[in-house]
């Protein structure tokens, strides 16, 4: 079975620019979540979508945006790009939205802001 | 939703047994215990999940005593390619989401 998998892997932008990243969830996984990593403030939380719908959302500025479609397959969005966006952006899907559900995360998006 | 102290890093050598402790103090009865294994530039990746008492599977065993106050994860034999962060998680049941703490940089020596 594949893994999951993120698109693209990595990416140069400039400050205020948008990005979009995409995620493709293991067959059959109706959750995605997505975190930033970074070396100052590690791994935070940004938001979960379950059949379409916004779950849960972590403590982020409205420029970071998400959505997920019907094959459950999602995408991220973050407008007007800042220096401080340069991150990994991680994906993670999981069978449903119950949180104690094992969550098998992507390598990951490098997003560099220059 | 309860936060975890764990060391920041630990070392030890191939053959080893180690043993990382994680504090969760405040941790609530809908609380599970979870750990996540990340190498560089790679997404987590999960290791163990458990309750209270001891849980075991082919890689790691987890220890939680009976006030579910702290947990240990157990490495039987450690190699260099465990050399990696480990995060432990206080994953409360039906919020979720994961909160990720500083995590303990384990380094493996030969």
């Known amino acids: 079975k594949a893994g999951v998998t993120q698109t693209p892997r990595y990416l140069i932008k400039t400050r205020g620019q948008q990005v979009t990243l995409s995620c493709s969830p293991i067959?059959?996984?109706?959750?995605v979540s997505w975190y930033q990593q970074t070396p100052g403030q590690g791994l935070q939380f940004l938001f979960e979508?379950?059949?379409?719908?916004?779950?849960n959302k972590g403590n982020f500025p409205g420029r970071f945006s998400g959505r997920q479609f019907s094959n459950s397959r999602s995408e991220m969005n973050v407008s007007t790009l800042e220096l401080g966006d340069s991150a990994l952006y991680l994906c993670?899907?999981?069978?449903?939205?119950?949180?104690?559900?094992?969550?098998?995360f992507g390598p990951g998006t490098r997003l560099t802001v220059l | 939703l309860a936060k975890t102290t764990q060391p920041i890093s630990m070392d030890s050598y191939e053959g080893q047994e180690v043993n990382i402790t994680c504090s969760h103090n405040?941790?609530?009865?809908?609380?599970?215990i979870t750990w996540y294994q990340q190498f560089p530039s790679q997404g987590p990746r999960f290791i163990i999940q458990?309750?209270?008492t001891k849980v075991t599977n082919e890689v790691a065993s987890l220890f939680i005593p009976a006030d579910r106050k702290s947990s240990t994860l157990s490495l039987p034999r450690v190699s260099l390619s465990d050399t990696a962060v480990y995060y432990c998680?206080?994953?409360?049941?039906?919020?979720?989401?994961?909160?990720f703490g500083t995590g303990t940089r384990l380094q493996v020596f030969p």
């Open positions: 998680l206080a994953v409360t049941y039906n919020t979720d989401k994961l909160i």
């Open positions: 067959s059959g996984h109706r959750s």
């Open positions: 993670a899907s999981s069978l449903s939205s119950e949180s104690t559900d094992t969550q098998y």
């Open positions: 458990g309750y209270k």
């Open positions: 979508y379950f059949s379409e719908t916004q779950r």
């Open positions: 405040n941790i609530a009865t809908n609380d599970y």
